[in-house]
Structures are given as C-alpha cells and as structure tokens.
C-alpha cells in the first residue's frame, strides 16, 4: 500500500466538512474536472507552481534565481512557462513580496496523522475527526485506505467527501472505514454529467446505490449552478433520489462561488465561467424553497 500522497492543503477546526470540529485533508488530483470547480489546483495530481499576479512588483527577482527558465520579465510584464518548472522553490524563497509559491506537498501517513492527531481534544469534545477530501481521495486509493484504517485504530471519526467517480471494487473497500460519506451529486444526465465534468455519471451512480446500501451513512452535496443545473427539472431529481433513498443523512445545496477562476489564472489554466458571479444569498435560499416545495425536506444549505 502506497504510504505517500501529494497533499495540497491540510485545514484544522473546519465546520463544514461532516459533523463535529474536523480536520479536512485534501489529497492533490481528480479524474474529473468540473466546469465549476473552485479548487483547480486539485485536479492536477502533481505539485504545481502558484503565481499571484496582484502582489507582483515585477523586480525580476524570480528569473534570476530560476534555472529552468520558467518566469520572464518583458516591459514589466511577467509570464511564466508553468511547464518548464521542477518544483525547486528557488524562485518561492527569493520573492519577498509572496507572489510565488509551490502548491502540493509529498507527505506520509505518519505525517498526515501527526497533524489530525494534533486536535484529538476538539473531536471528542466535538463529535468530529478527519475528513479526506481533494481532488477524489478514492484515485488515491492505497493512501487513503490505509489513513483511514489509522483514524479508526486510533478511534478518530473519519469523513469522506467524493465525487463518487471511482471503481466499484475500491469503493466498496473503503466504506467500511468511513462514517460518513460526502456524495458529490451533480448533473442526473449522463451525456450532461459529461459535457461539463468530463465523465459519465452511470459508475457514480451505481457507487451510490452502493454506498446507501451499505448503511455507511450519506449526505448528499449538490453544487448547483446558474445556467447550468439551476432548474426545477434538476431539483425535482434531487427529489427523487431523496424519495428513492429515504435514509440520506443529509441533502445540502452548495451554491456556485467563483474563487476558482482566481486560482485558474495562479496556475495557469483557462478561466471557466469567466461570467458568473458568486450565488447571492437571496438566490440561493429560493433554491431551497423550491426544493422544499417539492417535498425535499431534509434540504439544507451547505
Ligand atoms: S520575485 Fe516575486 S515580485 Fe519579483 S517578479 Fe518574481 S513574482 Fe514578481
Ligand atoms: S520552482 Fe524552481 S523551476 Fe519552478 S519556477 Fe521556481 S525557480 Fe524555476
């Protein structure tokens, strides 16, 4: 079993990640990529160099010290050959106005529990734990099988948030070591669920038969987005699967925010939905009116 992941970001005392005070580690790589996705920098499963082109001055400080020849300065206008680099942080360490900086890191189960150990206290006074989280921590499949047997023999409460896009024998040997599962429920339509993830939905679908089946217990999250599953039509399937599968722990509406296009730029990908704004509150929560009205009643925001 593989005993090291890329790890992107590691987030102590999170609310949101499943019930309790929780600590949400998020391995680096998905083998979707959803139009709206507002952690791009997951997709990837390698390190990638991140550049926040609002706090550069432009000094030039970062091509002198890069000897790949990444970052080049033209009439103070700074591009970058995001292909070219290695991941040395040479340019990282020599910029001080924090405008570079490498995201994803190489860490060990031992270091990964080394951290979620650290807030023991908080989850049992809490009710929380660990949640894995990504990218699609089942494309990880040894390292987050093996985190989670560690959480359990060390009696911490575990949470796995997916997309549900994993092979049926993986999935069906990771839920016995998660007490909650995050299902991703996005588009009801295969060919749709392809157009704008990059992958049918008949496996997702089929994992989370298999997962409610199973008693593991499943709330479902539901990115909603305007334009493009914002409709009556997509809330009355929410519904459906709400009536099919009566025991759900929850269903909750994460509404569309646009952080992920920031982000896109700082790693050098395509901007998507460049048009659409953050979901306002007032749109959001006649979202949840309506899915109310169409008896979904368990239906909250997330
Ligand atoms: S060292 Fe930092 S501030 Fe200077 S050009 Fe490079 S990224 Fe910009
Ligand atoms: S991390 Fe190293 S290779 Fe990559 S851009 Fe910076 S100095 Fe160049």
Redesign the pocket.
């Known amino acids: 079993m593989s005993d090291k992941a890329i790890i992107f970001d590691i987030q102590r005392a999170s609310l949101h990640d499943g019930p309790g005070i929780r600590t949400t580690v998020f391995l680096k790589g998905c083998p979707l990529e959803c139009l709206w996705c507002h952690n791009p920098e997951a997709v990837a499963t390698s390190r990638q160099?991140f550049f926040y082109y609002d706090k550069c001055t432009s000094c030039g400080d970062?091509a002198k010290?890069?000897e790949?020849e990444?970052?080049h300065l033209t009439d103070g206008i700074h591009t970058i050959d995001y292909d070219k680099?290695?991941?040395?942080?040479?340019?990282?360490e020599a910029c001080n106005s924090s405008a570079l900086k490498?995201t994803g890191a190489e860490m060990t189960i031992d270091q990964v529990m080394a951290e979620v150990m650290a807030d023991l206290d908080f989850y049992t006074n809490s009710g929380g734990g660990m949640t894995l989280s990504g990218g699609e921590p089942l494309l990880h499949f040894s390292f987050s099988m093996r985190l989670l047997q560690r959480c359990k023999e060390m009696g911490v409460n575990t949470c796995v948030e997916t997309s549900g896009f994993a092979s049926e024998v993986h999935f069906r040997k990771i839920l016995p070591y998660v007490d909650t599962l995050l299902f991703d429920y996005k588009i009801a339509g295969s060919e749709e669920h392809k157009k704008y993830t990059g992958a049918p939905n008949e496996a997702i679908l089929a994992n989370l038969d298999i997962a409610y089946q199973s008693g593991v217990p499943v709330i479902l999250r539901c990115p909603v987005i305007p334009g493009i599953n914002d409709t009556v039509e997509h809330f009355g399937h929410i519904r459906d699967l709400d009536r099919k599968y009566p025991n759900l722990k929850g269903i909750e509406i994460l509404p569309y925010h646009n952080t992920g296009n920031n982000k896109r730029t700082s790693i050098g990908t395509r901007e998507t939905l460049a048009e659409l704004g953050t979901t306002t509150p007032e749109v959001y929560l006649k979202w949840l009116v309506q899915l109310k009205e169409l008896g979904c009643a368990k239906a909250t925001i997330g």
């Not at 680099?85 to 990282?92: A, I, L, M, N, S």
Request: charged share 10%; with cysteine.
């Open positions: 160099l970062c010290v890069c790949d990444v970052h680099c290695t991941f040395c942080g040479k340019c990282v490498i």
